[in-house]
Nanobody, 127 residues
């Protein structure tokens, strides 16, 4: 059973930084492509960033490029999302997601592409 547990969310002001973490257990971590999604109130869940199992490839949606960085530590079974220069529009519940490296990895993807999910963690950015 693959388990994903997010941490690091909270309430910050515009321009601040946060780092989200997602600890993964139950599967060989390097055999999982990882991604971060977010869902704000009244909107569909959207991808934010994704990183390949080896960490050699990563993708971002346009609205976070240059501000967010996805990374992973395969020795710690953890994926991170460093979020800088946060904006009120980044306010959402953020979810960590995983899928097997046997599956295609060509972009940030869609929720249907991922098999395993964390419980979500709230990020609120005030103006």
């Amino acid at each position: 059973q693959v388990q994903l547990v997010e941490s690091g969310g909270g309430l910050v002001q515009a321009g601040d930084s946060l780092r989200l973490s997602c600890a993964v257990s139950g599967r060989t971590f390097s055999n999982l492509h990882m991604a971060w999604f977010r869902q704000s109130q009244g909107k569909e869940r959207e991808s934010v960033a994704a990183i390949s199992g080896s960490g050699s490839r990563s993708y971002y949606i346009d609205s976070v490029k240059g501000r967010f960085t996805i990374s992973r530590d395969n020795a710690k079974n953890t994926v991170y999302l460093q979020m800088n220069t946060l904006e009120p529009e980044d306010t959402a519940v953020y979810y960590c997601a995983a899928k097997s490296v046997r599956q295609y990895f060509t972009g940030t993807g869609y929720p249907r592409d991922y098999d395993y999910w964390g419980q979500g963690i709230r990020v609120a950015v005030s103006s």
